[in-house]
């Protein structure tokens, strides 16, 4: 298997501009999650999906953050218009479904989009 | 108070040596515990779950106390290639889908 795929690996843009991430997750699984990784707040969960609906969208930022899952393959996280305080590494991870007996299953991460807004 | 805290180190350990740190949580209703490892501008990988009576893997014990909420993993007989930052991840029985991360043990193992 792939693995979680993500792209762009690096995007580096100016302030005001849209953003789009994306993200491909392991055939099978159906729960997805978005990351965003900085050194200051560490790793956050922004938004997470179960059979493409999104189920805990608390961790988003702001209005300007999107994400959207239109089938069970594909996935984008969106920001509109992009600030400098944006810049970090966002992840995608991909699992099975939760199980009320066994509990969370194990996150694959995707490698990663580095971004920077100057 | 953050949910998950952990010791952002470093630790230096000599290799061969052993390492062992702790993470702290919160919220008396987490029921499932892992720790990830995260190198250096990687992602998380899973290194292993944390079990009630404690578990090993290889080099790795991990240890769950749950009346003082910690959750602990050592490392023996140090590896360079151990050096890299530990999560400690923690999940409650109401949010089964939902993991919360700590920020990090950073391990550096010298030759």
């Known amino acids: 298997d792939a693995g979680v795929i993500q792209s762009p690996r690096h995007e580096v843009t100016e302030m005001g501009q849209e953003v789009t991430l994306r993200c491909k997750p392991i055939?099978?699984?159906?729960?997805l999650f978005w990351y965003r990784q900085t050194m200051m707040r560490g790793l956050e969960l922004l938004i997470y999906?179960?059979?493409?609906?999104?189920?805990?969208d608390s961790g988003m930022p702001e209005d300007r953050f999107s994400a959207k899952m239109p089938n069970a393959s594909f996935s984008t996280l969106k920001i509109q218009p992009s600030e400098p305080r944006d810049s970090a590494v966002y992840f995608c991870?991909?699992?099975?479904?939760?199980?009320?007996?066994?509990?969370?299953?194990?996150?694959?991460f995707g490698a990663g989009t580095r971004l920077s807004v100057l | 108070r953050k949910e998950v805290e952990q010791d952002p180190g470093p630790f230096n350990v000599p290799e061969g040596a052993t390492v062992a740190f702790n993470c702290t949580y919160s919220?008396?209703?987490?029921?499932?515990f892992f720790w990830y490892r995260q190198d250096c501008r990687k992602e998380p990988k899973l290194l292993m779950s944390v079990y009630s009576s404690g578990n090993e893997d290889g080099r790795f014990t991990a240890q769950l106390n749950r009346a003082s909420q910690y959750i602990s993993l050592l490392i023996r007989d140090s590896k360079l290639s151990d050096s890299a930052t530990y999560l400690c991840v923690v999940s409650t029985t109401d949010s089964w889908g939902k993991l919360q991360f700590g920020a990090g043990t950073q391990v550096v193992v010298t030759p």
């Open positions: 999906f179960n059979n493409n609906v999104p189920i805990d």
């Open positions: 055939s099978g699984h159906n729960s």
């Open positions: 919220n008396s209703a987490s029921q499932s």
């Open positions: 991870a991909s699992s099975l479904p939760p199980s009320s007996l066994a509990g969370p299953n194990i996150q694959y």
